[in-house]
């Protein structure tokens, strides 16, 4: 009767969120930790994927091979986050394509965050900040100009070459990146870039 579901309730809400983190592997709770500290709403795992792989290449000593990541189609992909994320949804902890966090999985979160410290936390804040600020094409057209390699599909790389320099000037406008990484990312040099926003009359902060 109802005292039965009354008592499932109870054990649910129970739960030891410290063991089941304790349980969880390494790469499970940064992923956990990164649902949890996006304010905006993630792109399926391609932005994921990216701010892991940005915050990798910035702390090498700290991911030490937490994540391989391969080249592939659309960017750096890594087979271990594809998995985790298979397995928190699976466990009821997020869901749908932008991975929103469920009630337990926030619970998780909270448990998470006390553990990671700097600069782990500030370098993923900020790659989220830099990453969810940014449209899918300037985001893969940031990600092909600083590191090529990493985009293996030949016709999103001919896609991303015809408008890397609008994209770079975008990117330039939000203040996502600055001139002499946006005239690398129009693929052009200093000069020219500066000269091409002279001619269209932007006005940019140096």
Not at 8 to 36: E, H, K, P, W
Not at 101 to 106: A, Q, V
Not at 131 to 139: A, M
Request: charge should be negative; hydrophobic fraction near 35%.
């Amino acid at each position: 009767g109802s005292s039965h579901t009354m008592g499932v309730q109870m054990t649910r809400s129970c739960r030891d969120y410290g063991q089941i983190v304790r349980d969880m592997s390494a790469s499970q709770t940064l992923v956990i930790f990164c649902l949890g500290t996006s304010e905006e709403p993630m792109r399926g795992d391609v932005d994921l994927q990216t701010l892991l792989f940005l915050s990798s290449i910035e702390l090498p000593d700290l991911f030490e091979g937490t994540f391989v990541f391969q080249q592939h189609a659309n960017g750096p992909f890594s087979e271990r986050i594809f998995e985790d994320v298979t397995a928190i949804i699976k466990d009821g902890y997020a869901s749908g394509s932008d991975l929103k966090l469920s009630n337990e999985g926030k619970e998780i979160y909270k448990e998470v965050e006390k553990h990671i410290e700097e600069p782990l936390k500030s370098t993923i804040q900020k790659n989220i900040e830099f990453v969810s600020g940014l449209t899918k094409q300037e985001l893969q057209t940031f990600i092909y100009a600083t590191f090529p390699d990493y985009i293996v599909d030949s016709e999103v790389r001919m896609k991303i070459q015809r408008n890397r320099v609008k994209n770079a000037i975008s990117m330039l406008m939000k203040e996502k990146i600055t001139a002499s990484q946006a005239a690398k990312v129009a693929g052009m040099g200093y000069d020219e870039f500066e000269n091409h926003l002279n001619t269209l009359k932007i006005r940019w902060k140096s």
